[in-house]
């Protein structure tokens, strides 16, 4: 795991730095610090340094290039010089050689501050994989890479008001775009920069938005396209692979000699097929590893390591975040940095080509809210009177989900179905996208895993984002488009399975242990989730979603649990 960290007019904080060290162990001896008068700079790897001309600058980042090569080859023409060829070098040269137009250039997913000795920098990847939290008031400015180290700042008194609350009671484990959660906390939203001098407002710009442009390939055009954009973001490394359509792909793309795979100790007695979750994914996986001649490693987990984890999932988050889904996923991010470095993963497919269920079913398609959380009263349920303040919880949700529908381009000559997926498909990059990007982000970078996500290439984004709904409901499949690009390299039967969701225990023994855990806490006097919980809410075992099927009755108890031991951790004081 890397990190980054700053303080802009604010004392040296070796806490900071000490988090982001113990927040990666395997590149121990690689941070350090860049320490003025005005700005301290902390980094894993280690803030660059650099000159041009009497201009002096200093960059420290979190990420990495996909297009070092061939920036480097430009910048050379240019007449720079490189010491060495690492990320960051290759970020600070093409800031000094093209200011913040450097941004449209650079293809990867990063983090990045810059100071020139008079203003900060920040910048953050198109889609947000890379996160960056900030905070200013009258003695300066605070950023990190993580909540997490954000906290770990002494000047920064962490407040939980009821409009945080709000974020994670309402809409939460997702967040308004640029939420921080916390009193006077921000991130800076994907695909946006920001530049800050002592003494005056920070200025926020974007740098790369959607843009709706009419789409002018036949299907076939469209297919071989998208084939094409895939295969140039897909490179050659071993994979994830569920036995679905979207790892199944990238797979078949990248060759992998080896893959793996996530399970659960007893989900062979306890799954049942359901809408969502049609059928188990293991003779699926079977298929495809042997039609791709590789390696297969499956990695089950049981109940009481699902449970332990919970908490350092949150840790790694920085935030409450998908309980046990999280959880789950740093599990198996850990078992498999024990062999491979790298790993491909099809997160973002659905988002792009329309693969969940609220794409295809109309009721959801054409809910005027979230379709992923419809049921404000069962969340409500579970606060106490008087935990919102004056926030009027209906229209605060409702708000925000107009906000992002309003903000997708669209063509005057839109086909309504089309307009009302733009929006969708917006809706779904800011908000259930982000909480998985983020997620994904997370648990692997606090495994010391590399995750590279080609379905989440910006410009495969931005193509997709033109692409009629006919072309990717082709045949009345859901991602009918993706199915058709790739037909010829993967065996029919998983070419035809119907999507499949990121696997989850079945196991009853995690309710009862989850409910156990939450029994513990209830007797516990001063917990300080109950100051905005209601206890008795608790008893309620409707199985109504949280946040998207994946997170049912054991999923909500998890989330719960880690928002009380985010409360503790970081000493978060609550003022409703």
């Not at 993963?345 to 009721?363: H, L, R, V």
Request: proline residues 6%; neutral net charge; hydrophobic residues 40%.
């Amino acid at each position: 795991m890397s990190g980054i960290a700053g303080i802009l007019k604010g004392a040296l904080c070796d806490e900071m730095l000490n988090q982001i060290i113990k927040r990666s162990p395997s590149q121990r001896g690689e941070h350090g610090q860049f320490i003025s008068a005005q700005v301290s700079l902390f980094g894993c790897p280690q803030p660059i340094r650099g000159a041009l001309g009497l201009q002096a600058y200093v960059l420290v980042c979190d990420g990495e290039l996909y297009n070092k090569e061939s920036l480097i080859k430009e910048l050379r023409a240019l007449g720079f010089q490189f010491a060495d060829q690492r990320d960051a070098t290759v970020m600070l040269h093409s800031f000094m050689a093209w200011g913040v137009n450097c941004l449209e250039k650079l293809l990867g997913v990063f983090a990045f501050a810059l100071w020139d000795g008079e203003r900060l920098f920040l910048a953050r990847d198109r889609l947000g994989y890379k996160s960056l939290f900030y905070t200013v008031n009258g003695r300066g400015m605070a950023f990190a890479s993580s909540m997490d180290i954000l906290l770990r700042h002494p000047g920064i008194k962490p407040v939980l008001t009821a409009q945080g609350v709000a974020e994670l009671m309402l809409l939460g484990p997702g967040r308004t775009p640029g939420c921080g959660i916390l009193q006077g906390i921000d991130e800076l939203k994907p695909g946006h920069y920001l530049t800050y001098r002592m003494g005056e407002a920070p200025e926020i710009h974007p740098y790369w938005q959607l843009k709706a442009i009419p789409h002018l390939e036949t299907f076939a055009e469209t297919a071989k396209t998208v084939r094409a954009l895939l295969s140039e973001a897909t490179g050659k490394s071993p994979t994830m692979l569920s036995g679905g359509l979207d790892s199944s792909i990238l797979a078949a793309l990248a060759g992998s000699k080896e893959s793996f795979s996530l399970d659960y100790i007893g989900n062979d007695k306890h799954f049942t097929p359901n809408d969502f979750q049609p059928e188990d994914d293991n003779e699926y996986i079977k298929e495809m590893s042997a039609s791709l001649r590789s390696r297969h490693r499956r990695h089950t987990i049981g109940t009481d390591a699902l449970a332990e984890a919970l908490f350092p999932a949150m840790e790694a988050r920085g935030l409450p975040g998908m309980g046990d889904v999280d959880a789950a996923l740093l599990l198996f991010c850990q078992n498999i940095r024990e062999t491979t470095p790298v790993i491909l993963s099809g997160e973002g497919a659905d988002e792009i080509f329309g693969g969940y269920p609220w794409y295809t079913d109309e009721q959801r398609r054409n809910a005027d809210t979230f379709p992923w959380s419809m049921n404000l009263p069962h969340r409500l349920a579970f606060l106490r009177p008087g935990a919102l303040g004056n926030i009027d919880p209906e229209a605060y949700v409702h708000a925000r989900f107009t906000q992002t529908m309003a903000s997708a381009p669209t063509l005057y000559d839109d086909e309504p179905i089309d307009k009302r997926l733009r929006q969708l498909f917006v809706l779904n990059l800011q908000w259930f996208g982000q909480t998985l990007i983020s997620r994904t982000e997370c648990m692997s970078a606090a495994a010391g895993l590399t995750i590279r996500t080609p379905y989440l290439d910006h410009r495969l984004v931005e193509y997709l984002y033109n692409v009629p709904w006919a072309f990717k409901f082709h045949e009345e499949r859901e991602k009918g488009l993706l199915r058709e690009a790739f037909k010829g390299i993967l065996p029919e039967k998983i070419l035809l399975r119907k999507k499949s969701p990121f696997p989850k225990t079945h196991n009853p023994a995690y309710l009862l242990k989850v409910q156990d855990m939450m029994q513990n806490l209830l007797n516990t006097p001063g917990a300080p989730l109950f100051e905005f919980l209601e206890r008795k809410g608790l008893n309620n075992d409707t199985p109504t979603p949280w946040y998207g099927q994946l997170m049912t009755r054991p999923q909500t108890l998890a989330y719960f649990l880690q928002i009380n031991a985010w409360l503790e951790r970081y000493a978060i004081d609550i003022a409703l």
